[in-house]
């Protein structure tokens, strides 16, 4: 259902359209044929409903965000927000938009406050005319980002580890999804990158001692100190291609004065960065990334390796070149900081709407001891973090994270997988991760395993139970594996108590969503 609001000339324009089109009715680029149900001229009128005169969504609907400030919701949490292409500025290619932030609402959610309602009694979200170019103007001191995706939010929470580490109050520079950096800083930040990256002097000390064991004369503690780093996100560009003089110069330098080699290093990483900021191409395009400042480049290989390394196997959800303005580019340098990083591994928590607390919740993988079960510890002690969070705030952001993993898999090759844990499933562990049962903690890890991955907690049951029945004959069982490890607790188990029913109650209420993207 879509309302229009327009001039009268306008509004008989579509329906005459509608009512007696000239041509099949089609959305987007022609791929979704549309069949019309009804035309109908309505009037609206504004209400405001209380807490126990709510209306049910009949659709699933889209709730523009200035919109939704006026309404509450009950039952379904509170969405999940999004940002939409709005209006083309051009009509051109490449196209730029306008965007505007919608959250999504599931049917049947009942919404009260302040509501706009037609005469079928069908509330009406209209959006705001578009709102860009306010938000253009007010930015003249800033440099701002936008994380209204994994990637850029990594870039952004790897700044924001950045500027914690030159010890500034970082909750100034954001607000909600938008990073902004007040210019005299932006000024510096490749200065403090350089720093956070070789922060850890007694580390830094010894890569280096190992280094030069290794190598000899050929060392280069540019490539040990600095592309380590970033190769695994950021083949072949100006801070990692080996071609680049200021690179080269460096091979070989060694010596004892440990600040001193550390001062050529940065000079180095400093010229890089003059390097990228001189490298554009004339684009007519607005950034992808900010939507705001002009484009300069495209994004390729060297700015982000493990998505756009090859575009063959991205094509699907990349159809065109993305452009990108130099900022941007910039920024995504910090993906590598952003990211956990752990045995060719990263891992990243995004929470969409919420930069600050993505942030947290980063900064909790990186300061929990390692587990021995290293991702599926990391995963947990984020959900127990969130389980930590005032009451709402925890159901909110348990429906609302997302994991991104990366796994490196050849030099400019990874997969990236990504997970979330399903409305479901937080209400399942909401509810009911108090009740696990405590003669069982040995396999608590293992549980996660199966939610984690999505198999069934039946099955678990199954070889728990398995084991208990079955003591004798699983008597030589070997440890080692999930499945045996089960069985193991199964056997030790004295009775069958009927808290195991714990493990049906929560198959009953959870899945886990688990799709690859690359
Ligand atoms: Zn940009």
Same mark, same amino acid.
């Given at each position: 259902?879509?309302?229009?609001?327009?001039?009268?000339?306008?509004?008989?324009?579509?329906?005459?359209?509608?009512?007696?089109?000239?041509?099949?009715?089609?959305?987007?680029?022609?791929?979704?044929?549309?069949?019309?149900?009804?035309?109908?001229?309505?009037?609206?009128?504004?209400?405001?409903?209380?807490?126990?005169?709510?209306?049910?969504?009949?659709?699933?609907?889209?709730?523009p965000k200035e919109f939704?400030e006026?309404?509450?919701?009950?039952?379904?949490?509170?969405?999940?927000?999004?940002s939409f292409?709005y209006f083309?500025k051009?009509?051109?290619?490449?196209?730029t938009y306008s965007w505007v932030d919608a959250?999504?609402?599931?049917?049947?959610?009942?919404?009260?406050?302040?509501?706009?309602?037609?005469?079928?009694?069908?509330?009406?979200?209209?959006a705001e005319p578009t709102t860009e170019e306010l938000k253009k103007s007010e930015g003249e001191e800033y440099?701002r980002?936008y994380?209204g995706?994994?990637?850029?939010?990594?870039?952004?929470?790897?700044?924001?580890?950045?500027?914690?580490?030159?010890?500034?109050?970082?909750?100034?520079?954001?607000e909600e999804r938008t990073?902004k950096?007040? @210019?005299? #800083?932006?000024?510096?930040?490749? /200065?403090?990158?350089?720093?956070? !990256?070789? *922060?850890? =002097? %007694? +580390?830094?000390?010894?890569?280096?001692?190992?280094?030069?064991?290794?190598?000899?004369?050929?060392?280069?503690?540019?490539?040990?100190?600095?592309?380590?780093?970033?190769?695994?996100?950021?083949?072949?560009?100006?801070?990692?291609?080996?071609?680049?003089?200021?690179? @080269?110069? #460096?091979?070989?330098?060694?010596? /004892?004065?440990?600040?001193?080699? !550390?001062? *050529?290093? =940065? %000079? +180095?990483?400093?010229?890089?960065?003059?390097?990228?900021?001189?490298?554009?191409?004339?684009?007519?395009?607005t950034?992808?990334?900010c939507h705001e400042r002009?484009?300069?480049?495209?994004?390729?290989?060297?700015?982000?390796?493990?998505?756009?390394?090859?575009?063959?196997?991205?094509?699907?959800?990349?159809?065109?070149?993305?452009?990108?303005?130099?900022?941007?580019?910039?920024?995504?340098?910090?993906?590598?900081?952003?990211?956990?990083?752990?045995?060719?591994?990263?891992?990243?928590?995004?929470?969409?709407?919420?930069?600050?607390?993505?942030?947290?919740?980063?900064?909790?993988?990186?300061?929990?001891?390692?587990?021995?079960?290293?991702?599926?510890?990391?995963?947990?002690?984020?959900?127990?973090?969130?389980?930590?969070?005032?009451?709402?705030?925890?159901?909110?952001?348990?429906?609302?994270?997302?994991?991104?993993?990366?796994?490196?898999?050849?030099?400019?090759?990874?997969?990236?997988?990504?997970?979330?844990?399903?409305?479901?499933?937080?209400?399942?562990?909401?509810?009911?991760?108090?009740?696990?049962?405590?003669?069982?903690?040995?396999?608590?890890?293992?549980?996660?395993?199966?939610?984690?991955?999505?198999?069934?907690?039946?099955?678990?049951?199954?070889?728990?139970?398995?084991?208990?029945?079955?003591?004798?004959?699983?008597?030589?069982?070997?440890?080692?594996?999930?499945?045996?490890?089960?069985?193991?607790?199964?056997?030790?188990?004295?009775?069958?108590?009927?808290?195991?029913?714990?493990?049906?109650?929560?198959?009953?209420?959870?899945?886990?969503?688990?799709?690859?993207?690359?």
């Amino acid at each position: 259902m879509i309302h229009i609001k327009a001039s009268e000339e306008l509004l008989n324009e579509i329906e005459s359209g509608l009512k007696e089109p000239k041509e099949l009715l089609f959305l987007s680029g022609g791929e979704y044929p549309v069949k019309v149900e009804e035309v109908k001229r309505v009037k609206c009128f504004e209400k405001r409903l209380s807490e126990e005169e709510t209306v049910a969504l009949n659709y699933n609907a889209y709730i523009p965000k200035e919109f939704k400030e006026k309404i509450s919701s009950s039952g379904t949490g509170e969405g999940v927000l999004f940002s939409f292409s709005y209006f083309y500025k051009n009509s051109q290619k490449p196209k730029t938009y306008s965007w505007v932030d919608a959250y999504y609402f599931q049917k049947g959610t009942e919404i009260y406050g302040f509501l706009i309602l037609d005469e079928d009694n069908n509330p009406v979200f209209l959006a705001e005319p578009t709102t860009e170019e306010l938000k253009k103007s007010e930015g003249e001191e800033y440099v701002r980002f936008y994380a209204g995706n994994w990637l850029m939010a990594s870039a952004c929470v790897g700044v924001l580890k950045v500027l914690e580490n030159a010890r500034e109050d970082i909750e100034k520079y954001v607000e909600e999804r938008t990073l902004k950096i007040p @210019k005299g #800083l932006w000024e510096k930040l490749p /200065e403090l990158y350089v720093d956070y !990256l070789l *922060k850890d =002097k %007694e +580390s830094v000390k010894r890569s280096l001692e190992d280094s030069y064991r290794q190598r000899g004369a050929d060392i280069n503690p540019y490539n040990t100190l600095i592309y380590s780093r970033l190769r695994d996100f950021h083949s072949n560009s100006p801070f990692t291609n080996q071609s680049h003089e200021y690179i @080269k110069r #460096l091979k070989g330098v060694y010596s /004892e004065n440990l600040e001193e080699v !550390l001062e *050529k290093v =940065k %000079e +180095s990483f400093l010229e890089a960065y003059r390097k990228l900021f001189a490298i554009t191409k004339e684009l007519s395009s607005t950034c992808f990334f900010c939507h705001e400042r002009q484009a300069r480049n495209y994004v390729d290989a060297t700015t982000f390796t493990p998505l756009f390394a090859s575009l063959e196997t991205v094509r699907n959800f990349i159809w065109d070149p993305i452009p990108i303005c130099k900022e941007c580019e910039f920024l995504l340098y910090f993906a590598s900081a952003g990211f956990y990083r752990s045995a060719g591994k990263y891992l990243f928590v995004y929470i969409p709407d919420d930069l600050l607390e993505t942030y947290r919740m980063n900064m909790v993988l990186s300061t929990k001891e390692e587990i021995e079960e290293e991702k599926l510890g990391k995963v947990w002690s984020i959900v127990k973090y969130v389980l930590d969070l005032e009451k709402q705030k925890s159901s909110w952001v348990l429906q609302n994270i997302y994991f991104v993993e990366i796994e490196m898999v050849g030099d400019a090759t990874a997969n990236i997988y990504s997970f979330h844990i399903s409305p479901n499933l937080a209400k399942a562990i909401r509810k009911l991760i108090d009740h696990y049962p405590k003669n069982l903690q040995d396999i608590f890890s293992e549980f996660l395993f199966y939610i984690y991955t999505g198999r069934s907690l039946y099955e678990f049951l199954f070889l728990l139970l398995s084991g208990f029945i079955r003591k004798d004959s699983y008597k030589n069982l070997q440890g080692g594996t999930i499945e045996s490890k089960i069985a193991q607790a199964g056997r030790s188990m004295k009775y069958i108590s009927q808290n195991l029913l714990f493990f049906i109650n929560f198959q009953g209420g959870c899945q886990l969503f688990r799709f690859m993207i690359v």
